[in-house]
């Protein structure tokens, strides 16, 4: 089943039912089209292409619409990218009972990505520690070369009481 996008928020199921999952089983469900993954999505031109614990790559394609006033790839583009890839790896170290939300991440731009050129965002956790998660990751090209590297830190909350 390909993945689907949420149209609006009740496409999303409840928090409660989200926390009775653990965080690797949520993001499988989503690579596979059974929970909806955000519209953003969409917009952005990427999807997740694989998942396992600590580690999640998606895949995606810049556009035309996707470039800044110069004709290039806009670096909210490349955030976007690796914001997805380095917290959905974060998610997939989450017991159940467990969420998150970024705390800030970084981008590190090191050559532009041709529009039109496909390339994959590898997020891999590097920290899931009782209030904070940490992951690494890059963006890199079919030949392999990297495009951009950055790292995200997650605050991690339980479902209120």
């Known amino acids: ?16 039912t989200v926390l009775e999952m653990s965080g690797l089983e949520y ?15 969409r917009g952005a031109n990427y999807r997740i292409s694989k998942v396992e614990k600590g580690l999640v790559e ?10 800044n006033a110069f004709g290039g790839v806009h670096g909210g583009w490349y955030g976007v990218m690796l914001d997805t890839c380095l917290t959905c790896a974060i998610i997939t170290g989450l017991p159940k009972g467990q969420y998150q ?12 990505i041709p529009v039109g050129m496909e390339v994959t965002g590898v997020g891999r ?15 890199r090209g079919p ?3 990297v495009y951009a590297f950055g ?5 991690l909350m339980t479902a209120p009481d």
């Open 58 to 67: 998606i895949t995606g394609t810049p556009l035309f619409e996707h470039t």
């Open 125 to 139: 956790l590097e920290h899931l520690g009782r209030s904070t998660g940490i992951a690494r990751g890059e963006i």
């Open 101 to 112: 939300t970024t705390l800030e991440y970084k981008v590190n731009m090191v050559r532009a």
């Open 1 to 16: 089943m390909p993945q689907t996008f949420a149209e609006g928020p009740q496409d999303f199921p409840p928090l409660a």
């Open 151 to 155: 790292t995200a830190t997650c605050f």
């Open 143 to 145: 030949d392999g070369r």
């Open 27 to 41: 993001m499988q469900k989503m690579m596979a089209g059974e929970v909806p993954t955000t519209t953003f999505a």
